[in-house]
């Protein structure tokens, strides 16, 4: 986990592989009275679904944020959890070809690593729905100790899963207040899920560690 040298962003959570494919075979039909979903897609139940167009990619909140920073010019390092397989080679492999430190990265030996499967309906649109196998990164923790010598201005946090996720968000929070790292927060369902009581503490903390660092 140690590594030398001082990053301008860290960013934590996923880094998975995408499967995406393009079919015009589902049927859309509208649901009102469901507040969190209102439109449904529905394909016929047993039948074989052609696929248009398929692609491979890579993608997660930690890992594209990593890369698009990385692209833009900045030192950038992510911290994500991969299992010991095929999929974790390529994906670091990307990471190596797009600049981006993996030092932080932690290795499953249980779990596999993550992936998406990406439906997609319309390119113009870009409407799609994704199925997300987040295996490995259930796992994903920040070991203080590990990571003391971590040196960076900001964090990008990004979606948390697992039992342990709550514990994780708090160990991250406590360290970048310490350390005075600013934190850019884009909270997952998990995270929005557990409501207002729960979060409210980290968003306060979120806004006090950005102000802290703000020189008007």
């Known amino acids: 986990f140690e590594c030398m040298g001082r990053f301008d962003i860290v960013t934590i959570g996923g880094a998975v592989k995408d499967f995406t494919f393009y079919t015009d075979a589902g049927k859309f039909f509208s649901t009102p009275e469901n507040l969190t979903a209102q439109r449904m897609l529905a394909f016929e139940y047993g ?36 299992g010991k397989d095929e999929i974790a080679n390529e994906i670091l492999k990307n990471f190596k070809s797009e600049k981006v430190n993996t030092s932080f990265i932690q290795i499953d030996k249980k779990l596999a690593s993550g992936y998406s499967f990406i439906l997609a309906t319309d390119k113009k649109e870009r409407e799609h729905i994704s199925f997300s196998f987040r295996g490995a990164i259930d796992n994903l923790h920040f070991n203080v100790k590990n990571l003391s010598r971590l040196s960076c201005d900001w964090i990008y946090l990004t979606s948390l899963s697992g039992k342990g996720w709550l514990k994780t968000l708090k160990t991250i929070f406590d360290f970048a207040s310490q350390k005075g790292i600013k934190i850019a927060w884009n909270p997952g369902n998990h995270q929005l899920q557990s409501g207002k009581k729960i979060l409210s503490p980290y968003l306060k903390q979120t806004l006090n560690l950005l102000k802290s660092n703000i020189d008007y």
């Open 47 to 82: 039948a074989k679904i052609n696929i248009k167009e398929a692609h491979t990619n890579f993608g997660g909140g930690a890992a594209n944020a990593a890369v698009c920073l990385s692209r833009l010019g900045f030192k950038v390092a992510t911290l994500s959890r991969l």
